[in-house]
């Protein structure tokens, strides 16, 4: 369900913010001079059906934000089995 992908230099990404003045945080460079990856990530309606079948099997339907839990479980696992493979670092907000 979670179909939009889109890599991006954090630098573009912070010198954005700061050159519109935006009210938003830098993301951190990890101390790495020749750019860091970020993955700017988003859902279209194909999100629907894995997350009504996700609440569907949860024990508490009821649970608060269940839409953010059902995202936050979905790319934690997808952090997990990428960190297994390759060493990657992560940070997200």
């Given at each position: 369900?979670?179909?939009?992908?889109?890599?991006?230099?954090?630098?573009?990404?912070?010198?954005?913010?700061?050159?519109?003045?935006?009210?938003?945080?830098?993301?951190?460079?990890?101390?790495?001079?020749?750019?860091?990856?970020?993955?700017?990530?988003?859902?279209s309606r194909a999100l629907w059906a894995p997350f009504l079948a996700w609440?569907?099997?949860?024990?508490?339907?009821?649970?608060?934000?269940?839409?953010?839990?059902?995202?936050?479980?979905?790319?934690?696992?997808?952090?997990?089995?990428?960190?297994s493979v390759h060493g990657t670092r992560v940070v997200h907000d």
């Open positions: 369900g979670i179909d939009i992908v889109h890599p991006l230099d954090v630098r573009w990404y912070n010198e954005h913010v700061v050159e519109h003045e935006l009210p938003l945080s830098a993301l951190p460079t990890l101390d790495r001079q020749d750019g860091t990856l970020a993955l700017l990530i988003g859902n609440i569907r099997a949860q024990p508490d339907p009821t649970m608060p934000d269940p839409l953010d839990t059902f995202i936050s479980s979905v790319i934690n696992l997808a952090v997990e089995k990428l960190t």
